[in-house]
């Protein structure tokens, strides 16, 4: 069977001081944000875009929607095909949600492995914002 996954897209990390988190990745990493996660006003993440497609998602610990984990949220996975992988899952007797448009423009559904690890599974579009412009802001609605 061939793979239905391409490569790892992001691990989410929770951050319990923003600043000192960009500062680190930027200063001692040399990799500045991509983009910023805002509530209203409120900064509440970025996101860090270390070459080849491959993501670091920041949240503010606190100001995630996830807060059942230490610091590793999830791990994203990417596809090219999200509901061949979907059918696959589900043959297979998984449990998955409905895919849905995120709000960076990025088509996804979330599962668990064994061990309860979440999996959130992506299939970019040509509107994804991680192939944007840097320094954009990505407005979230939960």
């Given at each position: 069977m061939?793979?239905?996954?391409?490569?790892?897209?992001?691990?989410?990390i929770f951050a319990?001081?923003?600043?000192a988190v960009e500062s680190f990745y930027r200063d001692v990493c040399g990799v500045p944000?991509?983009?910023?996660?805002?509530?209203?006003?409120?900064?509440?993440?970025?996101?860090?875009?270390?070459g080849n497609r491959t993501f670091v998602e920041v949240f503010l610990k606190?100001?995630?929607?996830?807060?059942?984990?230490?610091?590793?949220n999830h791990i994203c996975l990417e596809?090219?095909?999200?509901?061949?992988?979907?059918a696959n899952a589900k043959a297979k007797g998984?449990?998955?949600?409905?895919?849905?448009?995120?709000?960076d423009h990025t088509?996804?559904?979330?599962?668990?492995?064994?061990?309860?690890?979440k999996l959130e599974i992506f299939q970019y579009t040509d509107k994804s914002m991680q192939?944007?412009?840097d320094g954009a802001i990505c407005q979230v609605d939960w």
């Open positions: 061939p793979s239905l996954i391409k490569q790892v897209a992001h691990t989410c319990r001081d923003l600043d944000p991509k983009f910023d996660f805002k509530r209203g006003d409120d900064r509440i993440g970025f996101y860090l875009d270390f606190g100001e995630s929607r996830f807060e059942d984990t230490n610091q590793i596809t090219e095909d999200i509901d061949a992988f979907m998984v449990a998955v949600t409905d895919k849905k448009l995120g709000v088509w996804q559904c979330w599962l668990a492995d064994p061990s309860g690890v192939f944007g412009a």
